[in-house]
């Protein structure tokens, strides 16, 4: 039991959940906007605190969680102990996916995208990136953006090949959040983007 408890969670769990849902709910309505997440905790190796405290906010036991493989074990045990979150093997079952090597990113379309009928139905993916500079820089429109935003999170380049087709398939379709060590952008599936290339 020491190994799944020698990391606590958060520090002040209703006023931290709290904070952190509200940057989350932000980022969403405002896509491409990065909101700090300031939450105090310890997190096992492999996981940025922006983003372990959206997973103590949005995992529970009715949730499933596809992990990727490259995580450590000690990722999923203190996932386990904290939230009591389920895990599967198969991307198209989960409601949440963690995602920290970029270099071994599946194609969207691996994961839930939802049904006509139940478009909510999909995967959210939650995303580690080292920072909001440095990757392919892309202009996003749609809902929650004033005229157009652009971007340039560390992402590899074929993300927004994944993203256009996800986009696409809206109302279908999966939803990202992007994390650095200490904030969090969003990327909902209504965000349509257009790579920008270097004249």
Known sequence: MTKLTYLPGFEDSVHDAQQTFRSLLDANARPGTPYPI???????????????????TLLDLDVRVWLQPSFASTVRDWLLFHTGCCFTLQPGEADFALIGDLAALPELSNFRWGTAEQPEAS?????????????????????????????APNLPCHFWDFWVKNHQAYPQGVDVFLFTENAVMGLPRTAKSEVCYER
């Open 123 to 151: 995967t959210t993916l939650l995303i580690q990136v080292e920072s909001w500079e440095g990757g392919q820089r892309a202009t996003l429109t749609g809902p929650g953006i004033l005229d157009r935003k652009e971007i």
């Open 38 to 56: 300031t939450a105090n905790m310890s997190v096992p190796l492999g996981l940025t605190a922006a983003c372990a405290a959206a997973c103590l």
